[in-house]
């Protein structure tokens, strides 16, 4: 089934959905621009602007749902943005709502939350301008009807992304962490913005409009370089390999931060991205190819970073990639993952916020800590935290009937059919992830105390709570909602196209029982190691695979040795040339002809007879000259 | 209405007025009520420009010296209306910014804004000039104020880089002197009229010697690589304002006048020479931001990131794509905004702390966090960040060259990521981490600076989100450029139907 | 006839050539270039005696009166340079240089 036309829309929520973009980013204007005298409602503000901006998407979604399936594509015009290049507009369409809504509800029950994560911070107004800065932005990623819009709110959320992981910037680590994000994202755009002059030189548009529908009868060759170059973008926004490094370093932000944008929403642009380019990979075998061997690498590489990570945020943050690396893979297989894709991406959204919220409880209620090897039976002090995050945690493992069994087993079932090697890859992914998980939730919540003597741990306010228990409501059902009966995939199916044949849900497939059984084993591991066994204070030294996933699979060693410390020599070599080469030529021009005009001068001596030798010389030379050319 | 010799007539009797106030505070207001005029003015003038009539508009000519068919010619095209409103918009500013930089100079304070408001004149005379002769004359003119407001007002080093920015700037236009009156002699029409001289030279040798002629000029001036050496050392001895100018507005002549003189006047051999400039371009935008990067100097990086910037637009000129040209053309504007909050925003850093040097800061975000909340909001347009103008540009600049010079514009393309490194870990050190002892006590932005910083921002942001107003203004303008030299945009592989276009 | 008071006027100029050359006392050097001058006057007046028009005795007077200011400038001056530095000398006064 292909993708329906874009009919132009005006009037009811969807015309007024700029509203959204528009709302969030009054919000942190205002809070910018407001300075101190916004400090006591900042935060007031902020959540309203964000609750503000989920009421116009609810609406909107309503108002979707009320037209015939193959016109629920509604492009809105705003403003001819540059003349010749791009108009400013939107695109309503199944797709897009669905991100909208994740966005802004979870968006939303983060703001909810900050409230209380922030409380003592000085700043915490400006954090929730950045935070609606955010969701300003990504809405705009999601819902432009161009290329270049997307790109705008592309960059915006790396803006936000950037001040927010740097929010603590007088931590010398933070602000590192933050420039080398938006750098490695620079890498990526690098890749998106030569992908957009390609479409631009190949289409003369840079509409979603144009493009995708002319997909096909551009080369495929054109096709699969484009698709390469908006992979490459992808791959930095989404931390797929090998532009993964930030991801982890990200953690330096709020933990509310990594929630909404390192977890549940940026880093899911990339998915977003491809599958919304889904005529032009689907043009390019190729592409197409690599994207699910990026998606496979990455969902590996992910899980193993995130068995040996000590840090929770870290090992959540490894855990994101990973399953970020499921979405890219079932992305790249065409109409038949796309619906499985974005419908793993929300039910992720929910319940890795989850997770990660609840993580961010576990730190507020001990001082910051964020080393799990100091945590240990925190279940009794922080009931709610504790059940919230169980459930996430069942939820991202596959738990039957919990959000994830459906959506990630749809993605490894839909692979396995696809191709086996592939299949077998997530399905062990699966595994990994069963006992990293495990392993987080043993060494927190479980075994003995471990805690240092200052921490006195408690569950925390109900602002914090309120959002944790909404999130994992949405961690236990979503899925099942999502994907029974191909509710999601019919949804979607306007949008992004659907397979010719709808897949059918088996409950107890080969694939799955596999799944089940090694995510089992991957739990029954870790409780071995780290639930029945005492978890020592200083992490052991480890094998050499244990220090491979420590060290992030040396993907640091690797950036630095191949580009950081050539580049510091490149640089120092080019400041020398140019004050040496290109100014020392000039400078020594100048020298040169200063030089001989000194040595020249001395001719003047200052005695009389010298000078007036000289203009007999000069006079007789002359008079020479002249007999001799007036013969010839 | 004669209206750009008023504008210029304002000013030069407002720099004579300022010379005859005896107090310095008054002097500093009365060139700053000047510099408004000009500016409303010039406003008022654009408004009535009418982008899709002739070409050039509010013509004035008179004859200067009859014998040799030089006239005294000002008008202006979408092009130079936008760079005249960019260097009129900055004056005022600059005025504001440099209120107390003229304090410390060797020559009275009176004299750095009678300068300023001289070289205000000659920045509207350049763009305005439709006869070559004139256009030369104000071309050699805007150097003398400059090299009094480097030589007289600026760091421990100034001698040195005036007398350098003098050398080179003369250099190139003595090549150019003698282009032009080749060229009036060998078109043989006994007229410097810019418009009477287009297409009159036909013969390609000719051509281009002629263009080297000029080019050269234009490229030191620019500075495109491998002549951008004075530009650091100009830039960072300057006074703040005056580097301003001479970054914003001064080098973007040589730009400017590629664009105008380079194509039109010698088709063929901007053609010819078409790989050479692209080449030096692709190489000046990857080198300034490497040697930016190594930079230990804010004036000097700053500077050193012009020197990228400057290879964009000498790129998008020489691409002959309508959207590179108007790209390059937005992109003089924009750089205008950017490039000049960032100096007059580390200008004002520098002021507070006496020191160039970025080894000297560390944590200032703590103290004065508008002063690096302006200043982190200059850096990222310097980096072209969507939503902020200089996106808009560059992006137009690289589309269109990517239609013609795929590996070119993908080279340049590095030029991103570069940016991000320089800007975003000289604020790293600047700004971020634990506040250095010698700021403890720095203070945040008063309000005369706020002012200085508010329009610049805004501008930037209404223009990074509605670039419309400029480009329509710019691209008739650049097309009828383009179309006198005869090349046509390259057509697309798979054409899509649209509506409007 | 004419060769004759050419080759005087030769002669004349050489010694005043040579004088100015190799003396050191600034009055002698002095007297050298008036040598000249007259040497060049002698020609002058040879040439507008052979040719019949009077444009060689006008120059001629012309130098006159530019030697005779001459004198008056540069002798001061050699007046005033003896005074303070009790010499006459042209290599004594080659302060002006480099």
């Given at each position: 089934m292909e993708p329906a036309e874009i009919i132009q829309h005006s009037g009811g929520a969807i015309g007024a959905a700029w509203l959204m973009i528009a709302l969030p980013l009054v919000g942190a204007a205002v809070l910018l621009l407001g300075g101190r005298r916004t400090d006591k409602f900042g935060h007031l503000l902020g959540v309203l602007m964000a609750v503000a901006s989920f009421v116009v998407a609810a609406l909107s979604f309503v108002q979707l749902l009320g037209f015939a399936p193959g016109e629920r594509r509604r492009g809105i015009e705003l403003y001819e943005f540059i003349p010749g290049l791009a108009k400013m507009g939107l695109l309503v369409d199944p797709l897009s709502i669905s991100f909208c809504l994740l966005i802004t509800f979870v968006g939303s029950l983060i703001h909810v939350y900050?409230?209380?994560?922030?409380?003592?911070?000085?700043?915490?107004?400006?954090?929730?301008?950045?935070?609606?800065?955010?969701?300003?932005?990504?809405?705009?990623?999601?819902?432009?009807?161009?290329?270049v819009a997307l790109f705008v709110g592309w960059e915006g959320v790396g803006l936000a992304s950037y001040l927010l992981i740097g929010f603590w910037q007088h931590k010398p680590s933070a602000a590192t962490a933050a420039k080398k994000a938006f750098i490695v994202n620079r890498v990526g755009d690098f890749g998106l913005l030569i992908g957009i002059f390609t479409i631009f030189a190949t289409f003369h548009t840079l509409a979603f409009d144009g493009v995708l529908a002319n997909a096909d009868k551009a080369s495929?060759?054109?096709?699969?370089?484009?698709?390469?170059?908006?992979?490459?973008?992808?791959?930095?926004?989404?931390?797929?390999?090998?532009?993964?490094?930030?991801?982890?370093?990200?953690?330096?932000?709020?933990?509310?931060?990594?929630?909404?944008?390192?977890?549940?929403?940026?880093?899911?642009?990339?998915?977003?991205?491809?599958?919304?380019?889904?005529?032009?990979?689907?043009?390019?075998?190729?592409?197409?190819?690599?994207?699910?061997?990026v998606g496979v690498a990455t969902l590996l590489a992910g899980a193993i970073i995130g068995t040996a990570k000590d840090d929770i945020k870290k090992a959540l943050a490894g855990s994101t990639m990973s399953q970020i690396g499921y979405m890219v893979l079932a992305a790249g297989i065409g109409k038949a993952?796309?619906?499985?894709?974005?419908?793993?991406?929300?039910?992720?959204?929910?319940?890795?916020?989850?997770?990660?919220?609840?993580?961010?409880?576990?730190?507020?209620?001990?001082?910051?800590?964020?080393?799990?090897?100091?945590?240990?039976a925190l279940r009794k002090v922080m009931p709610v935290t504790f059940v919230t995050f169980l459930i996430g945690y069942?939820?991202?493992?596959?738990?039957?009937?919990?959000?994830?069994?459906?959506?990630?087993?749809?993605?490894?079932?839909?692979?396995?059919?696809?191709?086996?090697?592939?299949?077998?890859?997530?399905?062990?992914?699966?595994?990994?992830?069963?006992?990293?998980?495990?392993?987080?939730?043993?060494?927190?919540?479980?075994?003995?105390?471990?805690?240092?003597?200052?921490?006195?741990?408690?569950?925390?306010?109900?602002?914090?709570?309120?959002?944790?228990?909404?999130?994992?409501?949405?961690?236990?059902?979503?899925?099942?909602?999502?994907?029974?009966?191909?509710?999601?995939?019919?949804?979607?199916?306007?949008?992004?196209?659907?397979?010719?044949?709808?897949?059918?849900?088996?409950?107890?497939?080969?694939?799955?029982?596999?799944?089940?059984?090694?995510?089992?084993?991957?739990?029954?591991?870790?409780?071995?190691?780290?639930?029945?066994?005492?978890?020592?204070?200083?992490?052991?030294?480890?094998?050499?695979?244990?220090?491979?996933?420590?060290?992030?699979?040396?993907?640091?060693?690797?950036?630095?040795?191949?580009?950081?410390?050539?580049?510091?020599?490149?640089?120092?070599?080019?400041?020398?040339?140019?004050?040496?080469?290109?100014?020392?030529?000039?400078?020594?021009?100048?020298?040169?002809?200063?030089?001989?005009?000194?040595?020249?001068?001395?001719?003047?001596?200052?005695?009389?007879r010298s000078y007036a030798l000289s203009i007999f010389l000069g006079a007789a030379l002359l008079a020479g000259a002249w007999l001799v050319v007036g013969n010839l | 209405m004669p209206w750009l010799s008023t504008l210029m007539g304002v000013s030069v009797l407002g720099a004579l007025g300022v010379t005859l106030v005896r107090n310095d505070k008054l002097a500093k207001?009365?060139?700053?009520?000047?510099?408004?005029?000009?500016?409303?003015?010039?406003?008022?003038?654009?408004?009535?420009?009418?982008?899709?009539?002739?070409?050039?508009?509010?013509?004035?000519?008179?004859?200067?010296?009859?014998?040799?068919?030089?006239?005294?010619?000002?008008?202006?095209?979408?092009?130079?209306?936008?760079?005249?409103?960019?260097?009129?918009?900055?004056?005022?500013?600059?005025?504001?910014?440099?209120?107390?930089?003229?304090?410390?100079?060797?020559?009275?304070?009176?004299?750095?804004?009678?300068?300023?408001?001289?070289?205000?004149?000659?920045?509207?005379?350049?763009?305005?000039?439709?006869?070559?002769?004139?256009?030369?004359?104000?071309?050699?003119?805007?150097?003398?104020?400059?090299?009094?407001?480097?030589?007289?007002?600026g760091g421990a080093q100034r001698s040195y880089a005036a007398v350098k920015f003098l050398l080179y700037s003369l250099f190139g236009g003595l090549l150019m002197l003698v282009a032009v009156i080749a060229l009036y002699s060998i078109a043989g029409k006994g007229t410097f009229m810019f418009t009477d001289l287009v297409g009159t030279i036909q013969d390609v040798t000719t051509q281009k010697w002629l263009f080297l002629g000029f080019f050269i000029a234009f490229a030191i001036k620019a500075p495109l690589w491998p002549f951008h050496t004075w530009l650091p050392d100009a830039a960072a001895q300057a006074p703040a304002g005056a580097a301003v100018l001479l970054v914003g507005v001064l080098d973007k002549v040589g730009t400017y006048g590629m664009l105008r003189f380079c194509l039109e006047l010698f088709p063929d051999a901007a053609k010819f020479f078409t790989p050479l400039v692209i080449t030096l371009s692709v190489i000046g935008i990857v080198y300034g931001a490497i040697v930016a990067i190594?930079?230990?100097?804010?004036?000097?990086?700053?500077?050193?990131?012009?020197?990228?910037?400057?290879?964009?637009?000498?790129?998008?000129?020489?691409?002959?794509?309508?959207?590179?040209?108007?790209?390059?053309?937005l992109y003089m504007v924009n750089h205008g905004f950017s490039t000049g909050a960032l100096f007059l925003i580390a200008g004002f850093l520098i002021y507070r702390r006496g020191s160039q040097y970025i080894a000297d800061y560390g944590g200032v975000q703590k103290v004065a966090p508008i002063l690096a909340g302006t200043f982190l909001v200059a850096g990222l347009s310097s980096l072209s960040l969507p939503g902020l103008s200089t996106f808009v540009s560059e992006f137009m600049v690289l589309t269109g060259t990517f239609q013609r010079y795929v590996v070119p514009s993908v080279i340049a393309t590095v030029g991103v990521i570069l940016a991000a490194i320089y800007i975003l870990w000289m604020y790293q050190r600047t700004m971020n981490g634990p506040t250095a002892e010698s700021v403890k006590s720095l203070p945040d932005l008063n309000a005369r600076e706020k002012w200085v910083v508010a329009p610049l921002v805004a501008l930037l942001l209404v223009f990074g989100f509605y670039?419309?107003?400029?480009?329509?203004?710019?691209?008739?303008?650049?097309?009828?450029?383009?179309?006198?030299?005869?090349?046509?945009?390259?057509?697309?592989?798979?054409?899509v139907a649209q509506e409007g276009q | 006839m004419t060769t004759h008071y050419l080759v005087l006027s030769a002669l004349l100029f050489a010694i005043g050539g040579v004088g100015v050359l190799v003396r050191r006392n600034a009055i002698v050097v002095f007297m050298c270039v008036e040598l000249m001058l007259n040497a060049c006057n002698l020609a002058f007046v040879t040439f507008a005696r052979q040719n019949g028009n009077l444009d060689g005795q006008v120059i001629a007077f012309f130098v006159m009166i530019v030697a005779a200011a001459e004198v008056v400038i540069g002798l001061a001056i050699i007046v005033t340079i003896f005074r303070t530095r009790r010499s006459a000398s042209v290599d004594d006064v080659s302060l002006l240089k480099y």
């Open positions: 900050s409230i209380g994560y922030m409380a003592h911070d000085p700043n915490r107004r400006r954090f929730f301008a950045y935070l609606n800065l955010f969701v300003a932005a990504m809405l705009l990623l999601v819902l432009a009807d161009n290329y495929s060759g054109t096709l699969t370089a484009i698709g390469l170059l908006l992979l490459v973008g992808a791959c930095g926004k989404s931390a797929q390999l090998p532009l993964q490094s930030w991801l982890l370093d990200a953690m330096e932000g709020p933990t509310p931060v990594s929630a909404l944008i390192h977890a549940a929403t940026m880093v899911t642009a990339g998915v977003y991205l491809i599958v919304r380019s889904g005529p032009i990979f689907q043009g390019a075998e190729t592409a197409q190819i690599v994207v699910t061997i993952g796309y619906a499985f894709a974005i419908a793993h991406l929300i039910t992720h959204g929910f319940f890795k916020a989850d997770m990660f919220l609840g993580a961010g409880s576990v730190m507020h209620a001990m001082n910051d800590e964020v080393n799990m090897r100091k945590y240990g069942l939820a991202i493992i596959g738990f039957p009937l919990l959000s994830g069994y459906f959506t990630k087993d749809g993605i490894i079932e839909t692979v396995m059919e696809h191709n086996a090697v592939l299949g077998w890859l997530a399905v062990l992914g699966a595994g990994i992830t069963g006992f990293y998980m495990s392993r987080l939730v043993f060494m927190t919540f479980f075994g003995a105390k471990r805690w240092e003597p200052t921490a006195h741990p408690h569950e925390s306010p109900a602002v914090m709570t309120w959002p944790l228990i909404i999130l994992s409501i949405g961690a236990i059902g979503l899925g099942a909602f999502l994907v029974l009966g191909n509710r999601f995939m019919t949804f979607l199916a306007p949008a992004v196209g659907a397979p010719e044949e709808m897949p059918a849900f088996h409950p107890f497939s080969p694939t799955g029982l596999a799944t089940l059984a090694l995510v089992a084993a991957g739990a029954v591991f870790a409780w071995l190691k780290y639930g029945r066994a005492e978890v020592p204070a200083l992490a052991p030294r480890g094998s050499f695979l244990t220090t491979f996933a420590r060290r992030d699979l040396y993907g640091d060693a690797l950036n630095e040795a191949l580009f950081m410390r050539p580049g510091q020599w490149l640089t120092r070599l080019a400041v020398f040339f140019d004050n040496r080469g290109v100014d020392g030529l000039v400078n020594g021009l100048a020298a040169g002809i200063g030089g001989t005009s000194g040595r020249l001068r001395r001719v003047q001596t200052g005695f009389v | 207001q009365f060139t700053l009520v000047v510099s408004l005029i000009v500016l409303a003015l010039t406003v008022a003038m654009a408004v009535q420009f009418s982008p899709n009539g002739d070409k050039f508009q509010f013509a004035e000519t008179y004859d200067w010296i009859p014998a040799f068919g030089v006239h005294y010619g000002v008008a202006v095209d979408g092009i130079a209306l936008v760079l005249i409103l960019l260097s009129v918009i900055l004056v005022p500013i600059v005025v504001l910014a440099s209120w107390h930089d003229a304090e410390a100079g060797k020559r009275s304070v009176r004299t750095y804004f009678s300068l300023l408001l001289v070289l205000e004149a000659m920045m509207i005379g350049v763009f305005a000039a439709t006869d070559v002769f004139l256009f030369y004359v104000f071309f050699e003119a805007m150097l003398i104020p400059m090299y009094f407001m480097i030589g007289s007002y190594g930079q230990t100097d804010m004036k000097r990086l700053i500077a050193y990131t012009s020197v990228s910037h400057f290879g964009f637009i000498a790129m998008g000129v020489f691409a002959m794509t309508t959207t590179a040209g108007a790209g390059a053309t670039p419309k107003p400029l480009l329509d203004v710019i691209h008739p303008a650049v097309q009828d450029t383009l179309s006198s030299v005869s090349v046509t945009d390259p057509q697309p592989a798979v054409p | -």
